[in-house]
């Protein structure tokens, strides 16, 4: 059973920090691509950020020089570094890995998401 373990998430003033992290565990083969994606009440889920094995990231604009995703693939882990908050950065935050089987069938996985208020 293959599943993503999120943390990190809580309550933060504007302009402040958090670090969310998310790891995954069970029965892996092979991760490529991983991410966070967000979701405000009554909007879509967004992505935020990703990552590719091989290190190379994207952001959304709304994020860009603000939030930082890395990975550590020893662990099967990635994070998502979240600096200069701002209160529209709210949302439930969504761990992602696309995850491969040895007949290289791809699956996605989804973390079970974690709050992020940024409120004084």
């Known amino acids: 059973q293959t599943q993503l373990v999120e943390s990190g998430g809580g309550l933060v003033q504007p302009g402040g920090s958090l670090r969310l992290s998310c790891a995954a565990s069970?029965?892996?083969?092979?991760?490529?691509?991983m991410g966070w994606y967000r979701q405000a009440p009554g909007k879509q889920r967004d992505l935020v950020a990703a990552?590719?094995?091989?290190?190379?990231?994207d952001y959304a604009d709304s994020v860009k020089g603000r939030f930082t995703i890395s990975r550590d693939n020893t662990k099967n882990a990635v994070y998502l570094q979240m600096d200069s908050l701002k209160p529209e950065d709210t949302a439930v935050y969504y761990c992602?890995?696309?995850?491969?089987?040895?007949?290289?069938?791809?699956?996605?996985?989804w973390g079970q998401g974690t709050q992020v208020t940024v409120s004084s």
């Open positions: 069970g029965s892996i083969f092979s991760i490529h691509d």
């Open positions: 990552i590719t094995r091989g290190g190379r990231t």
């Open positions: 992602y890995a696309a995850i491969f089987s040895p007949d290289s069938i791809k699956y996605d996985y």
